[in-house]
């Protein structure tokens, strides 16, 4: 089994800043690639950014390419997340997910993520 601990998450006024923690733990970790998502009240979980855990290719949504930029650090089994420039429209819970197989194909779909941390809040006030 394996565990994913988001941190990090705040309140934040409109152009401030947050970084993102996802550390992995339990049975020898093991995943392809890693991925956020976000889910406002009321709204579907959405991709944010994937990062290949072997290769560090990344992927992100329209909506946060050149503000988000996700990172991870293979000796600590951790994934980031930095989140520049943020706009009300970002206040959402954010997961953390990962998943055995690497498709760049499905990498934005949440169905194809093998597990999930339990999120952590971001707030943005305007």
């Known amino acids: 089994q394996v565990q994913l601990v988001e941190s990090g998450g705040g309140l934040v006024q409109a152009g401030g800043s947050l970084r993102l923690s996802c550390a992995a733990s339990?049975?020898?970790?093991?995943?392809?690639?890693m991925g956020w998502f976000r889910q406002a009240p009321g709204k579907a979980r959405d991709f944010v950014a994937a990062i290949g855990w072997s290769s560090g290719s990344t992927y992100y949504a329209d909506s946060v390419k050149g503000r988000f930029t996700i990172s991870r650090d293979n000796a600590k089994n951790t994934v980031y997340l930095q989140l520049n420039s943020l706009k009300p429209e970002d206040t959402a819970v954010y997961y953390c997910?990962?998943?055995?197989?690497?498709?760049?194909?499905?990498?934005?779909?949440?169905?194809?993520?093998?597990?999930w941390g339990q999120g952590t809040q971001v707030t943005v006030s305007s």
């Open positions: 339990g049975r020898t970790f093991s995943s392809a690639a």
């Open positions: 997910a990962g998943r055995q197989e690497y498709n760049i194909l499905t990498v934005r779909d949440r169905s194809f993520y093998d597990y």
